[in-house]
């Protein structure tokens, strides 16, 4: 095993996630994806691995990933690799509308995808890591500026982004006093010509009144392809003062 850097990447099977294991695979770096399918553009190869899995029950991925970590570390030799990085992108956008007429359901598989797993999955991976002495851990949690400006029609979707950021302030504190600590931070990514997109234009405009700031967004060109945001997330998580504020974007 020769790759120096490994990457632990949820929601990596299609648009921000593909395009951000792409780019790292192209890089040379060892990628675990974690999504709910198999990417298919994804080449399969000695430095991917993808596990089809169900982020919406995070304790058995948790576990899974735990040990996973103890078996790569013993395949390297008791070597681990210089660059360790965690990315949480997976989200589940429930139906846009207002909150006392989505589905409760729908509303609790969110928040578990978007919230309680990228804490739980994080609780593992700085526990398998922990005692990987030199090598260089970082956690990037995929935020949105609707963590940071609240919007009718997503409420559960705003709730996951902000948790994500205070969860980053506060774990990066943690971190800090740790010899070694992981650095931590929660990005948001900028827009994106996404799935999510498409289904914030496509919502119904009596239940979700931001519609029309969504149509404007595509029809005046202002996403970023996947693979464009891709890059800028990369580039942020690998500068050297990263993790230097908790909570950032891509944009400055």
Wanted: aromatic share 6%.
């Amino acid at each position: 095993m020769t790759a120096d850097t490994l990457v632990i990447l949820t929601g990596a099977s299609r648009g921000l996630g593909q395009g951000i294991a792409a780019q790292y695979l192209a890089q040379g770096a060892f990628v675990l994806g974690l999504a709910r399918h198999h990417a298919g553009e994804l080449k399969a190869g000695d430095t991917l691995e993808q596990w089809p899995i169900d982020l919406s029950d995070p304790l058995p991925v948790a576990a899974r990933l735990g040990a996973w970590l103890a078996e790569f570390e013993a395949r390297a030799g008791g070597n681990p690799p210089a660059k360790v990085r965690l990315i949480h992108n997976a989200a589940m956008l429930s139906e846009p509308g207002d909150i006392a007429g989505s589905d409760p359901a729908d509303l609790a598989q969110s928040l578990r995808i978007g919230l309680e797993a990228p804490v739980v999955l994080t609780a593992a991976y700085l526990r398998a890591t922990a005692h990987w002495a030199g090598a260089d851990r970082r956690v990037l949690f995929v935020s949105s500026g609707l963590g940071r400006r609240a919007m009718a029609g997503s409420a559960a979707y705003c709730a996951q982004k902000a948790g994500l950021d205070h969860f980053a302030r506060a774990l990066a504190l943690e971190e800090e006093a740790r010899p070694g600590g992981a650095r931590v931070a929660s990005v948001a990514p900028g827009i994106i010509d996404t799935d999510m997109q498409k289904q914030l234009r496509g919502a119904d405009p009596l239940r979700f009144p931001e519609r029309a700031r969504f149509d404007e967004f595509h029809r005046s060109g202002a996403l970023d392809t996947p693979a464009t945001a891709a890059g800028k997330l990369i580039a942020l998580l690998e500068r050297d003062d990263y993790g230097a504020n908790p909570v950032a974007d891509v944009r400055g």
